[in-house]
């Protein structure tokens, strides 16, 4: 409980937390399962099937990997993770329904401190430096707003007005001063998903995800002729900053795409790939950390049958929120498109704070929608 009070502070404080407090919650769900004597269910099994399957492909990359190494690393934090995941299930799934209640309300004590604490960063480097977006800590405000995303969907979805108004104060605070691209944009579909009527939500979920995977299935073909289209008119020189930069990059990965276009390169092998970025427009780093898009990364490390896996991946994570009503479907359903979109601008999938991140917020929708669904 303590843990579930001090995990979303840390992950605002502490870069490197959800690391850490993964692998953490993965050894109380452990302990939590020894003391119960409970069994896997057949839900969980499911999962740990799944998950086996994914990190045995991720691992098997290497065979045809340009760093047999560099894929070998991230197959053992994926396995590593996938693990602290299952037992973080589980463990949860063992509590009783009132120790789950309790522990959904303590989890909610530590979101509202975790909130808190990303708008009080967030005005700091509006209003406490000469120019929030050259200080050299504008990476971390980057991290955490991510998070603060996170926290709020689980508090607006919960009864009670000062819940929502503090969730859309946040709202409000990162329009105006987060800084993050892909946050931004997962603001508006989750404002959009409060407003459209509870039946109607997974139809939204769905249409949302067709034409995202439509748009992945396609992006590497259309984004060259796209970039030289609003290069030519001009366009892009009125945003000059995230929106081309992006398309610059992405349009010099389509070429290397296409030198491996079934199985890739070999998974993360993006970040250190020579001869990618040459002669940029707009593109202003030296190096390549990621293609800061999960689809481009994906069509560069594992090809067609990377996006094919990816998509499947999706679709089955989507029937499982299907099953969900209320306040777990709105929690399930928004938490997946937070985490696709911040994902499609920024970051890699293969980090390990980031793969941290979705096992603890995985877990933390776990326990609310068990807490919310249960009958009374």
Known sequence: MGLYVLAPALFIFVEMSPTVLALVAGLIGALTILTTRQRFGRGTMGVAVALALLSAFVLSSALWSVDAGRS???????????????????GILALSNARRDR???????GLLIGLVSVMGRELYFAFLTEDPRFVENVFTLHKITVYGAFFSVILVAQPGLAWKGLAGLFAVLTLLYGQSTGVNLAIVFVAVMFVVPEKYRQQ???GFFAVYLSLAIIGPFVVSPLFAFLKTTG???FY??????RLDLWQMISPHISDRPVLGHGVNTMRNAV??????????QTDLPSAHNIVFDLWYELGAVGIIV???LLAAIIRMIRRLTGSCHFIASNCLIIAVIELSVDHRVWLSWVLGTLVFIAGICLLHCRSTARPE
């Open 275 to 284: 001869g990618v970025v040459v002669s940029p427009t707009y593109y202003a």
């Open 72 to 90: 070998i690393g991230t197959a053992k934090d994926v396995f590593g993770y996938s693990i602290a995941a299952l037992l973080l299930f589980q």
């Open 204 to 206: 939204v979920l769905v």
């Open 310 to 312: 990816y998509g499947m």
């Open 240 to 245: 000059p900053g995230t929106f081309a930069a």
């Open 235 to 237: 366009s892009l020189a």
């Open 103 to 109: 522990l959904a309300w303590v989890s909610l004590v």
